[in-house]
């Protein structure tokens, strides 16, 4: 079993930044990171940010230039810089990982942004 904790949300006002953890614990050996997603009310679960095994990193259009994704594989931990936040950015964050064939997600964080 592994367990995902995300800490780091909170609010914020519109251009400000947070930084998000995710940090693992469990059976972690192979564990792999695959990134970060996001759902607002009364939306559905969007992927905002994803790493791969190699480190390559991929960002939804309305995060580009603004959030930064990376991990420390030593840390078991993976992390999501957000700057220049906007109050579209208001959701709860999640992280996604695997181990093997199984999937895991954490609990969530939330992020509020005011105007």
């Not at 905002?48 to 603004?66: C, E, P, Q």
């Not at 964050?93 to 939330?110: E, F, P, S």
């Amino acid at each position: 079993q592994v367990q995902l904790v995300e800490s780091g949300g909170g609010l914020v006002q519109a251009g400000g930044s947070l930084g998000l953890s995710c940090a693992a614990s469990g059976s972690t050996f192979r564990l792999v990171f695959i990134g970060w997603y996001r759902q607002a009310a009364g939306k559905q679960r969007e992927l905002v940010a994803r790493i791969s095994s190699g480190g390559s990193t991929n960002y939804a259009d309305s995060v580009k230039g603004r959030f930064t994704i990376s991990r420390d594989n030593a840390k078991n931990t993976m992390y999501l810089q957000m700057n220049s936040l906007k109050p579209d950015d208001t959701a709860i964050y999640y992280c996604y990982a695997y181990v093997g064939v199984r999937d895991y997600w954490g609990q969530g964080t939330q992020v509020t942004v005011s105007s």
